[in-house]
C-alpha cells in the first residue's frame, strides 16, 4: 500500500476503460530485483531493525504479532513472548475481520479498526485493502465523523500534534519534537472548524488529519510512518462540546483574527523550516479562512486544500468525461453551481481554470461562463460576497427586474451542468432537472452535498425525469438505476460514479512529495484531473461510472502521480534529481516507493550508527535530544 516488486499485472477491471491500469502489489517469494531498489523510499527487500523484545513488538510498523517467523523470533528476542504457532498475513486478516464483523455497531468498529493500527499497520492496512468497498465509510466519511464527535468520550490515547493558540511561543518546539528534517514527508492540519459536514469539532478534529493520512497511505501508498496529523486548538463555537465536562479541547470561544493568522502562520513556518520536503494538506478549515490561507501559502510552499481544490479536481474530472459521453465540448460548458460555499467555489475554480486553459482566455473571461447561486439566489455585484465569490458575481445590472432563483437561472442561460453543494435537501425538483434537460439532450447533473440525506437529488429521479438521458455523479455512494432507457425501450442499468476525492488527493499528495516539489502549480492540478478523466470507465461504456471507483484507487493513484510529475517537471518546481523521463520507467519509479501492507523480513542491525526507522524512532516523541523551546522559530 515487499518484499521484492513483481511482475506487473492488468487489473481486471469490470468494464474496463481504453486505458490499462496495473497492480501495485509486491508478492514476497519474487526474486527479481527492482532497478530502483536503491532509493531511500524503496518497498523492496528487507526492513532494517535495531530493537528487539517488547520493544519491537509494541513498535507498529516492525510489530507482525503471530506471523514472526521462527528465525525473527530467536534474532529479536521474541520467544516466549509470542504464542507457539505461526500464522500467515492472511489468516491474521480473517481472524481480524471476524473480530471486526463482531463489533455491534459502525462506531465500534471504527474504534476496533483503529486498535488494529495502534499494534500493527501492515495488518491494519491489509485488512482495508481486502475489505476496501465494506470499510471505507468506516474509516472516513460518515463514521469518522462520529468518531470525531465522540472524540472527547472514545479517548484512550493520543494519536498526532495538538498545538495551542495560546502558547503559540511553543509550536516550534512541539513540531520539532516528531522528527528529524528527513523524517516526515506529509503533514495533513486542521482547525477543526469545519468537520465533514458537522461543523466545528474543536480537538477532535485531529482524528479527520489522521483519517486523511490513513487514506493517503490506503490509496496512494504514501509511508504511514512518515507522515504528521496536526490540529490547530483555537478553540471552539460549538456550545455543546463548551458545556461538556469531558471535552479535551480549548473550553473557549474560537478564536479569530491577528491571534489565530499568527498560529497558523507560526505552523506553516516551523512546519517548513523543521521538515523542509513535508507537502502540508489543509483539511476542514471554515469557509472565511480556507481559501484565504491557501492563497497565501500556496505560492510560496507545497501546499493543498481538499475542500478547495480536491473537490474541485474530482467534480471536473467527472464533468470532462460526462462531457465526452454526451459529445460536449468543455470550451463550451455554461456551469451553474448551487451553494457557494468552499466546496462550490473549488469547484468554480477548477473548471474555469481548465477552461482557459482549453479555450487560451483569461481566468477572467473564462469565469463569464460559471453561475453561482446561494441562499440570496444568484450571486451579483449587488450581492454581499466574500473574496472567493466576487470573481464570479454577474452584473447585477444586467439583472435587475429578473429572478435570481436556480429555476430561473436554469431557464435564462440553459447551462449543460449542474451542480450541488447547497446541503439543501431535494433542491434539484423534477421541473429544475427537467428545464435542465430542455436545454440541453444530455446535461451533466452532479448532487455532491453529503450526507446521502442532504442531496439535491437521487439518482433515480434524475434519470427517471430525463429519461436516462443524464449524466450523474453523486457526493455518496448510490445503487446502480435501472430503466427503460436502453434501445426501443430495453431496460438498461446505469451505474453512478461517486465523487469521492479519495481518488485523487492522495496521487496528487504521492506526485508532490515523490518529485519534492517546491510548489502545487495549476498545470499540476490540471494533469492530475486529465488523469482521472482519462481512466473514467463511461469511456468505453455510457452506463458505466462517470469516475474510476476506490477499490481501483491505488492503479488510479500511480496514473494521477506520474502526470503531476511531470506537469511539476515542466513547470521547474519539481526539486527531485534523477527522475526518469520514460513513462513506464516512471511508473516503475513510483510503485517502487509506494508502501505496500506486506511483511517484508527484519534484518537485525546494531543500534550504534543505524538510522532512526531501524531505531523505532520515528513519530515517537522522545527519541530525538533535547530540543530547544525555540528550535525553528527564527
Not at 226 to 237: F, I
Not at 428 to 439: D, P, R, S
Request: charged fraction near 25%.
Amino acid at each position: 500500500m515487499h518484499f521484492i516488486r513483481p511482475v506487473l499485472q492488468t487489473l481486471g477491471l469490470k468494464r474496463l476503460n481504453r486505458v490499462t491500469l496495473h497492480t501495485t502489489s509486491k508478492m514476497p517469494g519474487n526474486t527479481t530485483k527492482s532497478r530502483f531498489s536503491h532509493l531511500p523510499l524503496s518497498t523492496s527487500g528487507p526492513i532494517e531493525c535495531a530493537v528487539s523484545g517488547t520493544v519491537l513488538l509494541n513498535t507498529p510498523y516492525f510489530n507482525r504479532g503471530s506471523a514472526h517467523t521462527a528465525e525473527e523470533r530467536r534474532e529479536f528476542n521474541l520467544t516466549g513472548l509470542l504464542p507457539t504457532g505461526i500464522q500467515t498475513l492472511e489468516q491474521q486478516v480473517e481472524r481480524a475481520y471476524q473480530q471486526y464483523s463482531s463489533r455491534p455497531d459502525d462506531l465500534a468498529k471504527n474504534t476496533f479498526l483503529t486498535s488494529v493500527k495502534e499494534q500493527n499497520l501492515v495488518l491494519y492496512f491489509k485488512l482495508l485493502q481486502d475489505h476496501m468497498k465494506e470499510m471505507f465509510s468506516i474509516v472516513y466519511t460518515p463514521t469518522e465523523g462520529d468518531a470525531i464527535q465522540n472524540f472527547s468520550r472514545l479517548f484512550r490515547r493520543p494519536e498526532g500534534c495538538f498545538l495551542n493558540i495560546n502558547d503559540i511561543d511553543r509550536v516550534s518546539h512541539d513540531l520539532a519534537q516528531w522528527g528529524k528534517p528527513e523524517d516526515i514527508d506529509y503533514i495533513v492540519v486542521t482547525d477543526g472548524e469545519e468537520i465533514l459536514g458537522i461543523g466545528d469539532q474543536g480537538a477532535g478534529g485531529i482524528l479527520i488529519s489522521v483519517a486523511k493520512l490513513v487514506l493517503t497511505t490506503l490509496c496512494a501508498g504514501i509511508h504511514p510512518n512518515r507522515t504528521l496529523p496536526v490540529v490547530l486548538d483555537c478553540g471552539t463555537d460549538n456550545e455543546k462540546l463548551l458545556n461538556d465536562d469531558l471535552y479535551l479541547g480549548l473550553r473557549q470561544k474560537r478564536e479569530r483574527g491577528e491571534k489565530y493568522d499568527k498560529l497558523v502562520d507560526a505552523f506553516v513556518k516551523s512546519a517548513r523550516k523543521l521538515f523542509p520536503h513535508a507537502y502540508i494538506h489543509f483539511e476542514d478549515f471554515g469557509l472565511t479562512n480556507a481559501r484565504r490561507i491557501l492563497d497565501h501559502y500556496r505560492p510560496e510552499i507545497p501546499c493543498f486544500n481538499d475542500d478547495v481544490q480536491g473537490t474541485g479536481c474530482v467534480t471536473l474530472a467527472a464533468i470532462m468525461a460526462g462531457l465526452h459521453v454526451s459529445k460536449q465540448k468543455l470550451q463550451d460548458t455554461k456551469l451553474v453551481i448551487f451553494g457557494a460555499g468552499t466546496a462550490g467555489v473549488g469547484i468554480a475554480d477548477q473548471v474555469r481554470d481548465a477552461i482557459a486553459t482549453e479555450k487560451d482566455i483569461s481566468k477572467e473571461d473564462a469565469a463569464k461562463q460559471i453561475w453561482l447561486i446561494d441562499r440570496p439566489g444568484l450571486l451579483t455585484t449587488k450581492t454581499d460576497l466574500d473574496h472567493g465569490q466576487q470573481t464570479y458575481a454577474k452584473d447585477g445590472s444586467e439583472w435587475d427586474g429578473k429572478e435570481r432563483s436556480l429555476l430561473s437561472v436554469i431557464k435564462e442561460i440553459k447551462p449543460n451542468v449542474l451542480i450541488g453543494t447547497s446541503t439543501v435537501p431535494k433542491a434539484f425538483t423534477e421541473e429544475i432537472v427537467k428545464a435542465m434537460a430542455k436545454g440541453v439532450e444530455r446535461p451533466v447533473i452532479l448532487p455532491l452535498s453529503n450526507p446521502t440525506r442532504l442531496h439535491e437529488a437521487v439518482p433515480e429521479d434524475i434519470l427517471k425525469w430525463t429519461e436516462g438521458k443524464a449524466c450523474v455523479a453523486t457526493g455518496s455512494p448510490f445503487d446502480p438505476v435501472k430503466g427503460p432507457w436502453g434501445r426501443d425501450g430495453a431496460e438498461i442499468e446505469i451505474e453512478v460514479a461517486e465523487c469521492n476525492n479519495s481518488v485523487v488527493f492522495p496521487g496528487i499528495g504521492l506526485g508532490a512529495v515523490l518529485s519534492r516539489a517546491s510548489r502545487v502549480t495549476d498545470k499540476m492540478l490540471v494533469a492530475a484531473v486529465r488523469a482521472i478523466a482519462d481512466l473514467s470507465p463511461a469511456l468505453k461504456d455510457d452506463t458505466a461510472p462517470l469516475l474510476p471507483g476506490v477499490e481501483h484507487v491505488r492503479a488510479v493513484s500511480v496514473r494521477v502521480a506520474r502526470e503531476v510529475i511531470l506537469a511539476a517537471k515542466g513547470d521547474g518546481v519539481a526539486t527531485e534529481h534523477n527522475i526518469p523521463s520514460d513513462v513506464d520507467a516512471l511508473d516503475d519509479w513510483i510503485r517502487e516507493q509506494m508502501w505496500d501492507p506486506v511483511y517484508r523480513p527484519l534484518r537485525r542491525v546494531e543500534p550504534a550508527g543505524a538510522s532512526r526507522a531501524a531505531k523505532a524512532e520515528l513519530k515517537v516523541v522522545g527519541s530525538l535530544d533535547k530540543v530547544p523551546d525555540k528550535a525553528a522559530a527564527e
